[in-house]
C-alpha cells in the first residue's frame, strides 16, 4: 500500500531524489525507529507495554454477534466488551451502538458541542511522512509566521467570535523552535480563552516551558500503532522514532498540561487495531494520571497537494462511526474531535451521537486567515496546506447549525486556574 | 412558614438547578416549572465572550451559585471562587474538586481546605462531597453552610446510591444536607426529601426530559411531597425495625 503513495517532485536535486528513492527503497538505510534519536527523553513507563499487549492479542474475528449484544447490554464497556464492538461482527448493530452512544454522550456532555479553530504557524519540516503534504520532499510554498503575522492571524479569528485555538506547526525544531512556539501561546492567551498545541513531541522540560507560556493542552498523534508499517510510512527524521512519539502525552502531563489527545489517523494500517490501541493508550493514561483531561480524534488520510492517491482507503463512513460509537461507549467520559477532513453532513450527524467537538473556519495553510475570512488579498506569500479540508464551513455558520440541530455550540468552558 | 436558609438568605424553594447541561429552555423550566431559586453555574463556562453567555439568561431574582468544577485542588477551587465574586456572581460558592475526570467523584480532603479558607473570606459555603460523616463535620467546623452529599455518580440518573450514609449526615449534621448528582426522577426527589434532605439539586434530569417543562412541575411537586411528608413525621410503615402487638415492656411493675 505505502508505494502508491511515493511521488517525485521535479524541483528535487539529483541528490535529494538519490537519497528519497534509497530511503523508500532501502530498508537498510533507514534508522531503527525504536531507537531514541541524541536529546530525546526516555522516561520510565509501563503504559506503552500495556497498550500493545492489548492490541498484539487482538483477533477482532473472533467476536460474534453474541458478544457485541452482551457487549450492549452490560452497563459498563469491558476491554473485552469494547473488542467486540470493534469488530466486524458489530457491523450490523450500527443503529444500536448509535443510540447507547449517544446516551452515553448525553449523560456526560449534555447537548453541547464545542467549536475551537487549528491555526498553522509554519509548514517546514524536516520529515518524510509519505502521505502528508508537509514533507520534506514535497515541493510546497513553505512559510513560518513572524510574532506579528501570527498576531495578525489571531486578531482575525478572534474578531470571528472564536475562544479556543490549537497552534501547529510542521515538525521543525530547526525552523520553529521550542521559543518561537512559546512566543505565540503567549500571543495567543492575549487573544483566546483556551491554547491548545499539535507540534512535534518535546521533552518534558520543554512542555513545562510550553505550559507557562500558555499552552494547556497537547495533541499527538500517533499515526499507527503498527510499529513495522509506520517504519515504512515515516521514513526520514524525528518522527521515525515511534517509542518517543507515543510516551509524548505523558510527558506532557508530567509538566503540568491539563490535558491531552490522542489519535491515529485511520487507514494508515489496519484500522481496527489503531482504534483499539488508540483507546488503550487513553485508557491506561486515564488510569495513571486520573486528573487529566483526555480527548480522541478520528482522522480518516485525505488527499495532498501533489498527490491525489492518498485517500481513506478501507475506512467508510460506516466503519468510522462504528469506531466513533465504540470509543464513546468505552470511554464515555472523554471528548472525542471530528476534524474537517470529514463532510459537513458526516460532522452534522456524529456530533448528535458521540462527537463533542469540531473545528470550524478551518485553514490548513499558512498565514491565509484575512483573504479566506473577510474574503481580502493581502497580496502576501502564504503557505501552502497540509491536506484538503471538506467541511470549509465558518465559525458562524457552524454555530448555526449546531443550534439549529438542537445542539448547543459551546465556545469556551475552560479556565486556566 | 417552612423555609430553607442557605447563609443569610432565605429561600421558599427546595429545588437547585444543577450545573452542566444548560439551555435557555432549560432555565425557565427550572425557574417557571421547578419554582428554583437559586441556579447552579460553572464558573469557567461563564468565563466567555460568547453571544450567548449563561449568566444573560438567568433571572435577575434568582440566586446564582457558581461552582468550581474544573478545580483539582482546594487553591484551584479558591481562585475560581475569587475569580466568580469578580464576575459579579456573588458571594455563594459551590465548591467542586476533582481529580477524576472520569467518575467526576469530589476530593473530601481538599474540599475541606477550600471551605475553611473560603467561608473566612466571607463566602456562602456549599460543599459538593462524597458523604462521610466524618468530612461532613469537619466541613460544618470549616464554616459551611450546607453539605452537599452525592446520591449517585454525576450524570448516572441512578438515584440514592448512597442513602444509608445520606441518612447518617441528616441524622448527625445540623446545616442543611442538600443532596446533589445521581438524582434521576422526581420520586428519587420526594425519597430523599422524605427522609429530611433540605433541598435536591439536578441537571441531567430534567435536561435530558422529554419534556422539559412538564418534568420540571413534576419535580417541583415531588418535592413538596416529600418534605410535607418529612414534617408530617412518617407513619409506622417507614419507621425502622418491626413493632409487635403486645408491649415488649409489659412485664415491668414498678
Redesign the interface.
Given at each position: 500500500m505505502e508505494n502508491q503513495f511515493f511521488v517525485d517532485s521535479e524541483h528535487l536535486s539529483k541528490e535529494a531524489l538519490e537519497k528519497k528513492h534509497q530511503l523508500e527503497n532501502d530498508p537498510s538505510c533507514r534508522s531503527n525507529p525504536m531507537e531514541y534519536m541524541p536529546g530525546m527523553e526516555k522516561i520510565d513507563s509501563d503504559v506503552c507495554d500495556k497498550v500493545m499487549n492489548e492490541v498484539k492479542s487482538f483477533d477482532y474475528i473472533k467476536y460474534t454477534a453474541k458478544d457485541v449484544r452482551a457487549a450492549l447490554q452490560h452497563e459498563s464497556c469491558s476491554v473485552e466488551d469494547f473488542k467486540a464492538l470493534l469488530s466486524p461482527a458489530a457491523e450490523p448493530f450500527l443503529e444500536e451502538m448509535a443510540s447507547r452512544a449517544r446516551l452515553e454522550t448525553?449523560?456526560?456532555?449534555?447537548?453541547?458541542v464545542y467549536i475551537f479553530t487549528p491555526l498553522y504557524i509554519a509548514n517546514y519540516c524536516e520529515n518524510y511522512c509519505v502521505y502528508c503534504g508537509f514533507n520534506r520532499y514535497n515541493h510546497i510554498s513553505r512559510m513560518k509566521l513572524t510574532l506579528e503575522q501570527i498576531e495578525e492571524e489571531m486578531k482575525v479569528i478572534a474578531k470571528s467570535?472564536m475562544?479556543e485555538i490549537l497552534i501547529l506547526t510542521g515538525e521543525s525544531r530547526a525552523q520553529s523552535d521550542v521559543s518561537y512556539i512559546g512566543e505565540a501561546c503567549r500571543m495567543a492567551r492575549k487573544y483566546f480563552?483556551m491554547v491548545g498545541l499539535e507540534i512535534y513531541p518535546v521533552n518534558t522540560e520543554d512542555y513545562r516551558y510550553l505550559h507557562e507560556c500558555g499552552a494547556d493542552y497537547v495533541t499527538v498523534f500517533q499515526e499507527t500503532y503498527d510499529i513495522e508499517k509506520y517504519e515504512k510510512l515515516h521514513l526520514a527524521g524525528h518522527k521515525r522514532v515511534w517509542p518517543y512519539r507515543f510516551d509524548a502525552q505523558e510527558r506532557a502531563l508530567m509538566a503540568g498540561m491539563r490535558g491531552v489527545a490522542f489519535s491515529a489517523l485511520l487507514g494508515l494500517s489496519d484500522f481496527r487495531k489503531d482504534a483499539l490501541a488508540s483507546a488503550m493508550h487513553v485508557y491506561h493514561l486515564?488510569r495513571k494520571y486520573?486528573?487529566?483531561?483526555?480527548s480522541l480524534s478520528c482522522p480518516r488520510l485525505r488527499p495532498i497537494i501533489n498527490n491525489d492517491k492518498i485517500n481513506p482507503l478501507d475506512v467508510h463512513e460506516k466503519q468510522l462511526c462504528q469506531i466513533l460509537c465504540a470509543y464513546r461507549i468505552f470511554l464515555p467520559?472523554v471528548g472525542i474531535t471530528v476534524s474537517s477532513r470529514e463532510s459537513a453532513e458526516f460532522r452534522n450527524g456524529i456530533v448528535k451521537i458521540a462527537a463533542t467537538k469540531v473545528s470550524a473556519g478551518v485553514s490548513t495553510g499558512i498565514g491565509d486567515h484575512e483573504s479566506k475570512y473577510e474574503g481580502k488579498d493581502s497580496g502576501d506569500k502564504t503557505g501552502d496546506e497540509q491536506f484538503e479540508i471538506n467541511d470549509n464551513r465558518s465559525l458562524k455558520k457552524m454555530y448555526g447549525d449546531i443550534s439549529e440541530e438542537g445542539l448547543?455550540p459551546?465556545?469556551?468552558?475552560?479556565?486556566y486556574? | 412558614m417552612d423555609k430553607l436558609t442557605l447563609g443569610n438568605k432565605e429561600f421558599e424553594s427546595r429545588f437547585i438547578l444543577g450545573s452542566g447541561k444548560y439551555s435557555l429552555k432549560l432555565i425557565e423550566a427550572a425557574v417557571k416549572d421547578a419554582g428554583a431559586e437559586i441556579i447552579t453555574l460553572a464558573v469557567r463556562r461563564a468565563n466567555t465572550q460568547e453571544k450567548e453567555n449563561i449568566l444573560d439568561f438567568v433571572p435577575k431574582n434568582v440566586t446564582l451559585l457558581p461552582n468550581t468544577s474544573g478545580a483539582r485542588t482546594a487553591e484551584e477551587a479558591v481562585r475560581i471562587a475569587k475569580l466568580s465574586r469578580e464576575l459579579g456572581c456573588g458571594d455563594f460558592v459551590k465548591i467542586e474538586i476533582m481529580r477524576d475526570t472520569k467518575y467526576l467523584l469530589p476530593d473530601n480532603q481538599e474540599t475541606i481546605k477550600a471551605t475553611e479558607i473560603l467561608a473566612n473570606e466571607g463566602f456562602v459555603v456549599l460543599p459538593y462531597m462524597y458523604p462521610d460523616l466524618n468530612v461532613a463535620r469537619d466541613l460544618v467546623n470549616a464554616g459551611a453552610a450546607a453539605v452537599m452529599p452525592l446520591g449517585a455518580p454525576i450524570g448516572s440518573n441512578k438515584g440514592l446510591a448512597t442513602k444509608e450514609f445520606i441518612q447518617i449526615l441528616i441524622d448527625e449534621i445540623e446545616l442543611p444536607v442538600i443532596v446533589d448528582a445521581g438524582v434521576g426522577k422526581p420520586s428519587q426527589a420526594c425519597e430523599a426529601m422524605e427522609m429530611g434532605a433540605a433541598a435536591i439539586m439536578a441537571n441531567t434530569a430534567l435536561a435530558t426530559a422529554g419534556d422539559l417543562p412538564l418534568m420540571a412541575k413534576a419535580f417541583r411537586q415531588a418535592i413538596e411531597a416529600g418534605r410535607k411528608a418529612y414534617l408530617a413525621g412518617l407513619g409506622r410503615v417507614l419507621t425502622r425495625g418491626a413493632s409487635s402487638s403486645d408491649p415488649l415492656t409489659g412485664f415491668l411493675r414498678d
Amino acid at each position: 500500500m505505502e508505494n502508491q503513495f511515493f511521488v517525485d517532485s521535479e524541483h528535487l536535486s539529483k541528490e535529494a531524489l538519490e537519497k528519497k528513492h534509497q530511503l523508500e527503497n532501502d530498508p537498510s538505510c533507514r534508522s531503527n525507529p525504536m531507537e531514541y534519536m541524541p536529546g530525546m527523553e526516555k522516561i520510565d513507563s509501563d503504559v506503552c507495554d500495556k497498550v500493545m499487549n492489548e492490541v498484539k492479542s487482538f483477533d477482532y474475528i473472533k467476536y460474534t454477534a453474541k458478544d457485541v449484544r452482551a457487549a450492549l447490554q452490560h452497563e459498563s464497556c469491558s476491554v473485552e466488551d469494547f473488542k467486540a464492538l470493534l469488530s466486524p461482527a458489530a457491523e450490523p448493530f450500527l443503529e444500536e451502538m448509535a443510540s447507547r452512544a449517544r446516551l452515553e454522550t448525553g449523560k456526560h456532555f449534555g447537548n453541547t458541542v464545542y467549536i475551537f479553530t487549528p491555526l498553522y504557524i509554519a509548514n517546514y519540516c524536516e520529515n518524510y511522512c509519505v502521505y502528508c503534504g508537509f514533507n520534506r520532499y514535497n515541493h510546497i510554498s513553505r512559510m513560518k509566521l513572524t510574532l506579528e503575522q501570527i498576531e495578525e492571524e489571531m486578531k482575525v479569528i478572534a474578531k470571528s467570535g472564536m475562544e479556543e485555538i490549537l497552534i501547529l506547526t510542521g515538525e521543525s525544531r530547526a525552523q520553529s523552535d521550542v521559543s518561537y512556539i512559546g512566543e505565540a501561546c503567549r500571543m495567543a492567551r492575549k487573544y483566546f480563552r483556551m491554547v491548545g498545541l499539535e507540534i512535534y513531541p518535546v521533552n518534558t522540560e520543554d512542555y513545562r516551558y510550553l505550559h507557562e507560556c500558555g499552552a494547556d493542552y497537547v495533541t499527538v498523534f500517533q499515526e499507527t500503532y503498527d510499529i513495522e508499517k509506520y517504519e515504512k510510512l515515516h521514513l526520514a527524521g524525528h518522527k521515525r522514532v515511534w517509542p518517543y512519539r507515543f510516551d509524548a502525552q505523558e510527558r506532557a502531563l508530567m509538566a503540568g498540561m491539563r490535558g491531552v489527545a490522542f489519535s491515529a489517523l485511520l487507514g494508515l494500517s489496519d484500522f481496527r487495531k489503531d482504534a483499539l490501541a488508540s483507546a488503550m493508550h487513553v485508557y491506561h493514561l486515564q488510569r495513571k494520571y486520573p486528573h487529566a483531561e483526555m480527548s480522541l480524534s478520528c482522522p480518516r488520510l485525505r488527499p495532498i497537494i501533489n498527490n491525489d492517491k492518498i485517500n481513506p482507503l478501507d475506512v467508510h463512513e460506516k466503519q468510522l462511526c462504528q469506531i466513533l460509537c465504540a470509543y464513546r461507549i468505552f470511554l464515555p467520559f472523554v471528548g472525542i474531535t471530528v476534524s474537517s477532513r470529514e463532510s459537513a453532513e458526516f460532522r452534522n450527524g456524529i456530533v448528535k451521537i458521540a462527537a463533542t467537538k469540531v473545528s470550524a473556519g478551518v485553514s490548513t495553510g499558512i498565514g491565509d486567515h484575512e483573504s479566506k475570512y473577510e474574503g481580502k488579498d493581502s497580496g502576501d506569500k502564504t503557505g501552502d496546506e497540509q491536506f484538503e479540508i471538506n467541511d470549509n464551513r465558518s465559525l458562524k455558520k457552524m454555530y448555526g447549525d449546531i443550534s439549529e440541530e438542537g445542539l448547543q455550540p459551546v465556545l469556551n468552558d475552560y479556565l486556566y486556574v | 412558614m417552612d423555609k430553607l436558609t442557605l447563609g443569610n438568605k432565605e429561600f421558599e424553594s427546595r429545588f437547585i438547578l444543577g450545573s452542566g447541561k444548560y439551555s435557555l429552555k432549560l432555565i425557565e423550566a427550572a425557574v417557571k416549572d421547578a419554582g428554583a431559586e437559586i441556579i447552579t453555574l460553572a464558573v469557567r463556562r461563564a468565563n466567555t465572550q460568547e453571544k450567548e453567555n449563561i449568566l444573560d439568561f438567568v433571572p435577575k431574582n434568582v440566586t446564582l451559585l457558581p461552582n468550581t468544577s474544573g478545580a483539582r485542588t482546594a487553591e484551584e477551587a479558591v481562585r475560581i471562587a475569587k475569580l466568580s465574586r469578580e464576575l459579579g456572581c456573588g458571594d455563594f460558592v459551590k465548591i467542586e474538586i476533582m481529580r477524576d475526570t472520569k467518575y467526576l467523584l469530589p476530593d473530601n480532603q481538599e474540599t475541606i481546605k477550600a471551605t475553611e479558607i473560603l467561608a473566612n473570606e466571607g463566602f456562602v459555603v456549599l460543599p459538593y462531597m462524597y458523604p462521610d460523616l466524618n468530612v461532613a463535620r469537619d466541613l460544618v467546623n470549616a464554616g459551611a453552610a450546607a453539605v452537599m452529599p452525592l446520591g449517585a455518580p454525576i450524570g448516572s440518573n441512578k438515584g440514592l446510591a448512597t442513602k444509608e450514609f445520606i441518612q447518617i449526615l441528616i441524622d448527625e449534621i445540623e446545616l442543611p444536607v442538600i443532596v446533589d448528582a445521581g438524582v434521576g426522577k422526581p420520586s428519587q426527589a420526594c425519597e430523599a426529601m422524605e427522609m429530611g434532605a433540605a433541598a435536591i439539586m439536578a441537571n441531567t434530569a430534567l435536561a435530558t426530559a422529554g419534556d422539559l417543562p412538564l418534568m420540571a412541575k413534576a419535580f417541583r411537586q415531588a418535592i413538596e411531597a416529600g418534605r410535607k411528608a418529612y414534617l408530617a413525621g412518617l407513619g409506622r410503615v417507614l419507621t425502622r425495625g418491626a413493632s409487635s402487638s403486645d408491649p415488649l415492656t409489659g412485664f415491668l411493675r414498678d
